[in-house]
């Protein structure tokens, strides 16, 4: 049997939305993007639901970003769909909905793990966690919002290091940084996303949506505030991406050697 690529559970008022895929460090591929996607957009329109919670399967990887073997053996990451293909990456970072979502960081957020964890409006995470944005180091572009949100979510020259030296960080660190609201040990992770989630969900839900449409800028559905980013960030990893480096980043690091750039 199959097992799903997501699990959706409800608690009340809460809806936790688990990636599960541990056997592959929960890397997203089309099956989470559109079922990510697709349970962010019901809980959008039920009432009932009040907060999100994303989290991780297992206790090793929130997310490592697009599963790169599926891509290797010619597999989609992107839905052919327009309207699943425009929430972005796993089908959250550009979905954007007026429901409070929590991101319980269960273990290594890498490259797109940690544009997922961007994308959350609360971020609780294991002191085992590690978020990096290593995609300068493969010849590519945080190319799902990472570029110019961490700049935005964090001190700007310390954002700007992580994005240009392409190195990991700790939980800790990332604390200290403002990108995570709390850490905890691995047991009480989901205890402390569902308590403040808990506590989100106490209050009045057409108040709490209301502020986060603000706080974000949301209009119909749609962030006005990051619009100029998102076409920046299209325009340039369109040009990127025919490039040799493109293609010699992804290469050496299969290949376990030091890639050669040639800036061209």
Not at 60 to 89: H, M, N, T, Y
């Amino acid at each position: 049997m199959m097992t799903e690529a997501v699990l959706v559970e409800r608690r009340g008022h809460v809806m936790i939305v688990t990636i599960n895929r541990p056997e592959a460090r929960n890397a997203c591929n089309e099956a989470v993007w559109v079922q990510c996607g697709n349970a962010l957009r019901e809980a959008e329109a039920d009432v009932e639901t009040r907060v999100i919670i994303i989290t991780g399967a297992g206790d090793q990887s929130f997310c490592a970003g697009a599963d790169l073997k599926a891509i290797s053996r010619g597999e989609r990451i992107v839905p052919e769909d327009p309207v699943q293909a425009s929430w972005g990456f796993a089908g959250v970072v550009s979905n954007f909905i007026s429901k409070p979502i929590i991101g319980a960081v269960n273990g290594t957020a890498l490259g797109g793990g940690t544009e997922l964890a961007l994308a959350c409006d609360i971020v609780v995470a294991v002191e085992t966690a590690t978020f990096g944005l290593p995609e300068v180091k493969r010849g590519l572009v945080a190319g799902a919002g990472g570029a110019f949100r961490v700049v935005r979510q964090m001190p700007r020259k310390l954002g700007m290091e992580m994005l240009l030296v392409g190195d990991p960080i700790t939980a800790a660190r990332a604390f200290e940084l403002g990108m995570v609201n709390r850490i905890v040990p691995k047991e009480r992770l989901m205890e402390e996303a569902l308590a403040i989630a808990e506590k989100i969900a106490g209050n009045a839900p057409l108040s709490v949506q209301a502020s986060k449409r603000i706080a974000l800028h949301l209009v119909d559905g749609r962030s006005v505030e990051e619009e100029a980013y998102w076409t920046l960030t299209a325009n340039e990893a369109s040009v990127l991406v025919k490039s040799e480096d493109a293609m010699e980043g992804p290469l050496a690091f299969a290949e376990k050697r030091a890639p050669q750039w040639k800036g061209r």
